[in-house]
């Protein structure tokens, strides 16, 4: 069983940073296909980054450039670092792990909020 904790979020406002964490349990964590997804009140969760077990990285258009996902296998741990928030950047954030043969887990998200 894996287990993922996000931590992180917080309420800022337009401009500012923030950088979210997720600690995953297992020794497996280093194989995982690592994510961050994001749900905003009436919208679909969608995909802000991912990162494959070699460190290879994508992101959402409405992201690139101010977004960064990173990940430290050796503490189990995926980041992403969100730089010049913007107001629809607000969203419950949730961490993602896949694994090809043990399939998909979710953390239960952290919210974050950018408003003056």
């Known amino acids: 069983q894996v287990q993922l904790v996000e931590s992180g979020g917080g309420l800022v406002q337009p401009g500012q940073s923030l950088r979210l964490s997720c600690a995953g349990s297992?020794?497996?964590?280093?194989?995982?296909?690592m994510g961050w997804y994001r749900q905003a009140p009436g919208k679909q969760r969608e995909l802000v980054a991912g990162?494959?077990?070699?460190?290879?990285?994508n992101y959402a258009d409405s992201v690139k450039g101010r977004f960064t996902i990173s990940r430290d296998n050796a503490k189990n741990t995926v980041y992403l670092q969100m730089n010049t928030l913007k107001p629809e950047d607000t969203a419950v954030y949730y961490c993602?792990?896949?694994?090809?043969?043990?399939?998909?887990?979710w953390g239960k998200g952290t919210l974050v909020t950018v408003s003056s």
């Open positions: 990162i494959t077990t070699g460190g290879s990285t």
């Open positions: 993602n792990a896949y694994f090809p043969s043990a399939g998909t887990y």
């Open positions: 297992g020794s497996i964590f280093s194989i995982a296909f």
